[in-house]
């Protein structure tokens, strides 16, 4: 079974350009994450979704981030102007059940200059 | 609102030794699930072991145990026999009721050989 995919894994853009990363999950898994995790920190939930529904998207910072899961199946995370301080990695996630660990993806390291 | 706590940012083990990760959570929910997520430099999450709320028995996986104490909130990881593999960062993750989960700081842990 393939696993979660992401692409880019590696991403330098400047300030205040676009940029969007791609997430494939797990056939079968409804469930999809994104995480942002800054350096020496945990992940942190951006968006979750239920199929193609965003049920928690309450700490996406929605001036500037959006995401959509068309078809419930991959997404995609875009910035829109990006800051220095989005430097980090973006982690996607999926599962199908509650009671079982996320199996995620290798993350995509995004470079502000 | 729940919080994970990871009171060790880094820990050293000589390799076939043990050694145990500390965890504490907050949360006034009864039914949960609790993780340990290993992180090497590739990036890529990996589940280690989970434990249910309403099982007392503590969760095994070969090398990988834990100490779950409900009543203090505690989840500490212990890994037996370590080896050089068993070198990254270390996440406790707390899955809530309503299927967020929220994971603490991580622990560093470097193998020794």
């Known amino acids: 079974e393939a696993g979660v995919v992401q692409s880019p894994r590696y991403k330098i853009i400047e300030k205040k350009q676009p940029v969007a990363f791609w997430c494939n999950p797990i056939?079968?898994?409804?469930?999809l994450y994104w995480y942002l995790q800054n350096l020496g920190q945990g992940p942190e939930l951006l968006i979750r979704?239920?199929?193609?529904?965003?049920?928690?998207d309450s700490q996406l910072p929605k001036d500037r981030f959006s995401a959509e899961r068309l078809k419930g199946v991959d997404s995609t995370l875009k910035i829109q102007p990006a800051e220095l301080g989005d430097s980090a990695v973006y982690l996607c996630?999926?599962?199908?059940?509650?009671?079982?660990?996320?199996?995620f993806g290798s993350g995509t390291r995004l470079t502000v200059v | 609102a729940q919080t994970v706590t990871q009171s060790q940012p880094e820990m050293s083990v000589q390799e076939a030794e043990t050694v145990t990760l500390s965890c504490t959570y907050d949360?006034?929910?009864?039914?949960?699930?609790l993780f340990w997520y290993k992180q090497p430099p590739s990036r890529q999450m990996i589940l280690v072991i989970r434990?249910?709320?309403?099982?007392?028995q503590n969760a095994t996986e070969n090398r990988f145990s834990v100490n779950f104490q409900k009543a203090a909130k505690s989840f500490s990881l212990k890994i037996s026999d370590s080896q050089l593999g068993d070198a990254a960062m270390y996440f406790c993750?707390?899955?809530?009721?309503?299927?967020?989960?929220?994971f603490g700081p991580g622990t560093s842990l470097s193998v020794i050989p």
């Open positions: 996630a999926s599962s199908s059940d509650r009671g079982q660990g996320y199996t």
């Open positions: 056939s079968g898994h409804n469930t």
């Open positions: 979704y239920e199929n193609e529904e965003a049920v928690d």
């Open positions: 949360t006034s929910e009864s039914d949960y699930y």
């Open positions: 434990q249910e709320a309403y099982k007392q």
């Open positions: 993750a707390y899955k809530t009721s309503y299927d967020k989960v929220i």
